[in-house]
């Protein structure tokens, strides 16, 4: 079977523009996070969705935005992007919302702001 | 608020040996679950290990074990027998218990440890 898969793997983009990350999760997870992992930490917690409702959001400003779509996938979007975005973003999906649903990761995307 | 501890930045460990990795948290919450995540250079976050707080008995798994202290709120990981392949940052995870259908299931990670085995 599948993980969870990312894209694009790596992307580069400019101060004020806009970017989107894609996400599949394994097949039959039906929530999805987001996290952010700037180098050298762990990652932190930006959204979390299940079910196609966004279940809980973490401590990310309003250019921040993602959704799910009824195929379980998910985009993530940030908005006039500043150098401190830069990071990698993980996503994760699991079966449901209980400790017997550990996360899977996937690849990440590394996103890189000039 | 939750917060996870990793004080240990980096270690090394010579092949075949035993390493433990530390991890202290902080809650004010009596049930939960802790976790170990190994990221390797491939970037995916992988499980290694995880613990239910309310069971006294330590996890293992395979050449992975952990020992968890309640009362401290200190979750170590021991790797015996390190491998080449062990090489990897190492993550310890809180989620809190609880969350049902309508809370927001997340984890709380810390800053990590990079582990490196020596040949």
């Known amino acids: 079977d599948a993980g969870v898969t990312q894209s694009p793997t790596h992307l580069i983009k400019t101060r004020g523009q806009h970017v989107t990350l894609r996400c599949s999760p394994i097949?039959?997870?039906?929530?999805v996070s987001w996290y952010q992992q700037v180098l050298g930490q762990g990652p932190q917690f930006i959204f979390q969705?299940?079910?196609?409702?966004?279940?809980g959001r973490g401590n990310f400003p309003d250019r921040f935005s993602a959704r799910q779509f009824p195929n379980y996938s998910s985009e993530l979007n940030v908005n006039a992007l500043l150098l401190g975005d830069s990071a990698l973003y993980l996503c994760?999906?699991?079966?449901?919302?209980?400790?017997?649903?550990?996360?899977?990761f996937g690849n990440g995307t590394r996103l890189t702001v000039t | 608020a939750q917060t996870v501890t990793q004080s240990q930045p980096e270690m090394s460990v010579q092949e075949a040996e035993t390493v433990t990795l530390s991890c202290t948290y902080d809650t004010s919450e009596n049930n939960y679950y802790l976790f170990w995540y190994k990221q390797p250079p491939s970037r995916q976050m992988i499980l290694v290990i995880r613990q239910e707080a309310y069971k006294q008995q330590n996890a293992t798994e395979n050449r992975f074990s952990v020992n968890f202290q309640k009362a401290a709120k200190s979750f170590s990981l021991k790797i015996s027998d390190s491998q080449l392949g062990d090489t990897a940052m190492y993550f310890c995870?809180?989620?809190?218990?609880?969350?049902?259908?309508?809370?927001?299931?997340?984890?709380?990670f810390g800053t990590g440890t990079r582990l490196k085995v020596l040949a």
């Open positions: 995870a809180f989620m809190k218990h609880g969350v049902g259908t309508s809370g927001t299931y997340k984890y709380i």
């Open positions: 097949s039959g997870h039906k929530s």
């Open positions: 994760a999906s699991s079966l449901g919302q209980t400790y017997n649903s550990p996360l899977h």
């Open positions: 969705y299940y079910e196609k409702e966004e279940r």
